[in-house]
Nanobody, 123 residues
Framework: QVQLVESGGGLVQAGGSLRLSCAAS????????MAWFRQAPGKEREFVAT????????YYADSVKGRFTISRDNAKNTVYLQMNSLEPEDTAVYYC????????????????WGQGTQVTVSS
């Protein structure tokens, strides 16, 4: 019912910045909680950040607090992840996700997923 398409990943030096975008289509975008997850090779998918439909509530993983910012523009059907002060440990495939529940923090709580975009941080 909802399609999510991500962009903005790439290769960046440690200390640099990237902005990821996720464009949604299909069912009403503003009805969904949105989130970003990431998955590094050999590791489980990890929660990064989530945002409510009105942008009134956000929640971040401890590992990215103060460095990453999640935002959304419902008029543009788009959610963003601004990533600053990137570290090699941030290297992963980043996934956009949508849920009907309020601010789930586990992959099982999300109903729709994007294709993923690779972020590689070099030292």
């Amino acid at each position: 019912q909802v399609q999510l398409v991500e962009s903005g990943g790439g290769l960046v030096q440690a200390g640099g910045s990237l902005r990821l975008s996720c464009a949604a289509s299909g069912r009403t975008f503003s009805s969904y909680t949105m989130a970003w997850f990431r998955q590094a090779p050999g590791k489980e998918r990890e929660f990064v950040a989530t945002i409510s439909w009105s942008s009134s509530n956000t929640y971040y993983a401890d590992s990215v607090k103060g460095r990453f910012t999640i935002s959304r523009d419902n008029a543009k059907n788009t959610v963003y992840l601004q990533m600053n002060s990137l570290e090699p440990e941030d290297t992963a495939v980043y996934y956009c996700a949508a849920a009907y529940k309020l601010l789930p923090r586990t992959p099982g709580g999300y109903n729709y997923w994007g294709q993923g975009t690779q972020v590689t941080v070099s030292s």
